[in-house]
């Protein structure tokens, strides 16, 4: 199973459609979503596209009940407080905004860990648990919106960037 992961879109909404568009041309149809959707709106271009989405509320989240309320709106999208906990095919994965906010071992109980925040692309691992960051959707700090997918039976990470001239901030 493919999944997209993506965190801090910020309401940037042509940033959030393109971004599923490559989901899409990549056979990815699921997304785990580390939060700082801003505003319901954000939601829009996963219902416009079909693309069920997990995901947990961040620190920017201005509207929660309306961007629950939006999820509602949409088939297969659901939003939870962070962290959030879930077993995808044999995998324990653990969605949450900011990484600092758990404990080491609660992180280290889980294979697989998404998380935003800090707007950067990162991976790495720690005994057996993936630990993926997929950067800034929305591209407002580094100039480029980010995501990423994951390979769940490889625990493979590609990292996927906008880097056209439109995406420029």
């Not at 996927?160 to 995406?167: A, N, R, S």
């Amino acid at each position: 199973m493919r999944i997209g992961l993506m965190a801090d879109t910020h309401d940037r909404v042509p940033a959030i459609d393109a971004l599923l568009r490559e989901f899409l041309k990549r056979d990815v149809t699921f997304v785990l979503h580390a939060g700082d959707y801003c505003s319901p709106f954000s939601l829009k271009p996963f219902q416009d596209h079909g693309v069920a989405m997990a995901g947990v509320f961040g620190r920017n989240d201005g509207d929660p009940e309306g961007i629950r309320a939006a999820a509602a709106q949409g088939m297969g999208q659901e939003l939870f407080e962070s962290p959030h906990g879930m077993t995808l095919q044999e995998h324990k994965v653990l969605v949450l905004h900011d990484i600092g906010e758990v404990v080491e071992r609660s992180v280290m109980a889980h294979s697989v860990v998404v998380h935003g925040h800090t707007h950067l692309q990162e991976m790495k691992v720690r005994d057996n648990t993936l630990i993926v960051n997929p950067g800034e959707a929305c591209g407002w700090l580094y100039g480029a919106p980010s995501a990423a997918i994951l390979d769940l039976a490889t625990k493979q990470v590609e990292f996927i960037k906008l880097d056209g001239p439109e995406w420029k901030t």
